[in-house]
């Protein structure tokens, strides 16, 4: 007895688990066909604006950086970092002890070359006219061959005595005046006008002249009445990019302000970070001018620039949460690769399902892509939700629509 009621509860047992299982699979079958809350929109023309976003410093359209090409010591220094300056404005002197001697040897061995090349030319005059005299005395007979030409070869050398003498008159002459130069460097004057934006140095401080080698750094002045965003721009932005674009550029010092700018330089060479490694990234340095100043902007300061590329008015679009790149129907691809890519699609709705449908796109903003095929003023296709769109949905599948509140299918991107 006792056997067959554990029997009989064995068969119970076995039968419940299978019911259960064959329940699962009955649901499992049936929710690839259970309706998919989503939300649509109608397909309408608006004007996008293609922008990239890049990030960067603010810096001024002309920063002179100052050495002197003399060495010594800082005696006098009149201005102060923060000074407006005007070009030719006296700026500091240099000690010019060095610088004046070395001027006054040199005015010395001019005047000595000088001296020299007088006393050729006169000892030249003198073997010419000999030469002249000796000549004309052998054309009548007076003089023999080997006279004239022993007048000749005096002649030759107190020329070419003079010549030299007259080399060396030039080359010492030509020393003085660089030692003059040298000496009108030891006082340095604006290049430009503009502000000192970075003072070295002070008073009692030796320096190193550019004559010598790279030289010290003295100050730099830059000219803030025209200021540029300086950003660096992803490889894969910077072709989208072209001088004369428009841009606007907030600053992160002046949050109630945002400067409006245009790109005046696009760099060639790249900008390498974390080389050799996974997170190599590949910049390119984007000079943007602002066109609008603000006394409160300074070199240094952080920025964020929107830059617009492209605008294209009166096109069809669609919201970017509605477009993704799905396998069509029967396509047994798994990977992409650039000769076969799934093909871009959108869903469209009609009578409560989904109909797949693929695009072709153009620019977009941060909220609409242009669609330039595939679809018509008007439709009605589903823009969400994002896992609805990119997951779930297939061609065919039943949805139902969820109306949000406040929602409006009309009006233009931003």
């Not at 010594?72 to 060095?98: H, N």
């Not at 070419?160 to 003085?176: C, I, S």
């Amino acid at each position: 007895m006792d056997t067959r009621r554990r029997r009989r509860r064995r068969i119970l047992i076995v039968g419940g688990i299978f019911a259960v299982v064959l329940i699962i699979a009955i649901v499992l079958a049936r929710g690839g066909s259970e309706e998919v809350l989503v939300t649509v929109e109608t397909v309408q023309r608006r004007t996008i604006t293609q922008t990239v976003s890049a990030a960067g410093i603010i810096r001024p359209e002309t920063e002179v950086k100052m050495s002197s090409e003399a060495s010594g010591e800082i005696i006098a220094l009149f201005v102060k970092e923060g000074d407006t300056v005007r070009s030719g404005q006296l700026l500091l002197r240099i000690k010019p002890d060095i610088a004046q001697t070395q001027l006054e040897q040199f005015a010395a061995a001019a005047e000595a070359a000088t001296m020299t090349l007088q006393a050729a030319k006169a000892e030249w005059e003198r073997a010419r006219d000999e030469f002249q005299r000796v000549t004309e005395l052998y054309r009548r007979g007076y003089a023999s061959q080997q006279e004239l030409e022993q007048a000749r070869a005096l002649h030759e050398q107190a020329f070419g005595r003079y010549k030299a003498a007259t080399a060396e008159a030039e080359r010492a002459r030509a020393a003085y005046r660089q030692a003059q130069l040298q000496l009108a460097r030891t006082t340095l004057y604006a290049p430009i006008s503009g502000v000192v934006s970075s003072l070295s140095v002070e008073v009692g401080e030796k320096v190193v002249g550019t004559a010598q080698m790279q030289g010290t750094e003295l100050l730099r002045i830059a000219d803030l009445s025209r200021m540029t965003a300086v950003v660096e721009v992803n490889e894969n932005d910077i072709a989208l990019i072209s001088l004369g674009d428009t841009a606007e550029i907030s600053v992160d010092a002046l949050p109630e302000r945002t400067f409006r700018g245009v790109v005046q330089e696009i760099a060639h060479s790249p900008k390498v970070g974390r080389v050799g490694t996974q997170d190599e990234v590949v910049n390119y340095e984007v000079k943007i001018l602002l066109l609008e100043t603000d006394p409160r902007l300074r070199p240094g300061m952080s920025c964020n620039a929107e830059i617009r590329t492209e605008t294209r008015s009166n096109v069809l679009a669609v919201p970017l949460q509605a477009v993704t790149v799905r396998l069509e129907e029967g396509d047994t691809t798994t990977t992409f690769s650039a000769r076969k890519r799934p093909p871009t699609v959108v869903f469209v709705h009609e009578k409560g399902r989904a109909r797949m449908v693929t695009v072709e796109t153009g620019i977009s903003d941060r909220n609409y892509i242009e669609i330039r095929k595939g679809i018509t003023e008007g439709t009605e296709i589903i823009s969400g939700s994002f896992h609805a769109i990119t997951r779930l949905l297939r061609d065919g599948t039943p949805v139902r629509i969820q109306r949000v509140s406040g929602a409006s299918s009309s009006g233009s991107s931003p």
